[in-house]
């Protein structure tokens, strides 16, 4: 999906859920098992949460807005 024209210039943020739990993979773990090391001309980002209290989110938002917000600043005006 990530392969498609459209989405050449996106970002990634990939909420790893359920940090609460015991056997809970870490973001090494997630990292290989996504392949995410091959997508090297790709911002991305593993955030930590935990869904049922709400850790995590905000910083994994405001890494997303933060990263959208500078590849505008970044991008020719058109107008």
């Not at 930590?48 to 807005?65: I, P």
């Amino acid at each position: 999906m990530l392969n498609e024209d459209e989405l050449r210039d996106a970002v990634l943020l990939v909420f790893a859920n359920k940090q609460d739990l015991p056997n809970a993979m870490n973001a090494a773990e997630i990292t290989d098992k996504l392949g995410l090391h091959s997508l090297r001309q790709r911002h991305w980002y593993i955030q930590s949460t935990c869904a049922t209290t709400g850790e995590g989110l905000y910083e994994g938002l405001d890494w997303l807005s933060s990263n959208i917000a500078s590849k505008l600043e970044c991008q020719p005006r058109t107008d």
